[in-house]
């Protein structure tokens, strides 16, 4: 039998031990030969309710430090899983860094229903991504927390969403990425995007807000998509009609064959990667 003392010795010791943190209890793996996807959750204020969200880090993320940030945006009916499960982005960011063809990054990946990422009837979905996520993911992750080192893609409405967000917030963001962009006709939005009487059109139509206010400054921008994407490359041609009248320090435009479809947005994740980094294209 244990003498009384002992006992009582180890007992108290027990209750000054400290505990692990909630933090290092859940501290997502590292290891340089392959980066993680991690999905956590954040009790958003602008929409009222906790949403999730996922962050690719890359190989050997917790030896790095100042990582540039993307933001990227899923589409209409999609969640922050797609650009993983179906665009295998993480995939392609490790094949690139291991080969040394980009440096490393941090992904963020938000949740953004059907809102087109304005504020508005889905939510405060603006102030969600710009306000809530991009700052608990700088707090958490070793990111460099700079525009220069700051960039916001998307897909389709995430394209949409993407240059929305990175014009009327350039000061956050230092390129932006338009992959198959729903850059859509009046008779084609929901009514409370543009609003029923369309009152918002000219507010939150692209080529109508880049007409009006031009190019912000020093923002490098990517616009592709596919020639079978029938139903949004004609605004798409006004986008760059529109563009061609900017100065733009860092501008790539491609129409490659496809649809508007994961097997085009996956087969060019790398391309989209390599111009984010400022890689250039593949040889």
């Known amino acids: 039998m244990f003498p009384r003392t002992l006992l009582l010795s180890v007992f108290l010791a027990s209750l000054l031990r400290p505990g692990l943190s909630a933090a290092a209890q859940d501290a997502p793996p590292c290891a340089p030969d392959g980066g993680v996807v991690i999905t956590r959750s954040i009790d958003s204020v602008a929409l009222g309710q906790t949403k999730p969200y996922n962050v690719y880090l ?72 710009v306000d809530e996520l991009i700052g608990a993911v700088d707090a958490e992750f070793p990111t460099a927390a700079t525009r220069d080192s700051r960039f916001i893609g998307g897909l389709s409405m995430g394209g949409y969403g993407a240059l929305y967000l990175g014009l009327r917030h350039a000061d956050l963001f230092s390129a932006i990425g338009a992959h198959s962009p729903a850059i859509l006709r009046p008779d084609q939005s929901p009514d409370w995007l543009y609003g029923p009487d369309q ?66 947005w996956s087969r060019h994740a790398p391309d989209y990667l390599r111009f984010y980094m400022g890689a250039g294209p593949q040889p």
């Open 58 to 129: 890359p190989p050997d993320w917790c030896h790095l430090a100042d990582l540039p940030l993307l933001v990227m945006l899923h589409g209409l009916d999609g969640d922050h899983t797609d650009w993983v499960n179906k665009g295998h982005l993480d995939q392609a960011a490790d094949a690139l860094i291991l080969a040394g063809e980009i440096k490393p990054l941090i992904i963020l990946m938000p949740d953004g229903d059907n809102s087109f990422y304005v504020n508005g009837t889905y939510g405060e979905y603006e102030t969600y991504v």
């Open 199 to 264: 009152a918002l059109f000219k507010e939150r139509d692209i080529i109508s807000l880049i007409a009006r206010d031009g190019w912000p400054e020093d923002v490098r921008l990517w616009v592709d998509i596919g020639t079978s994407d029938r139903s949004l490359i004609r605004r798409v041609y006004d986008l760059l009609g529109e563009l061609l009248n900017q100065s733009i320090p860092v501008f790539e435009a491609h129409l490659w064959p496809g649809g508007h479809d994961w097997d085009y």
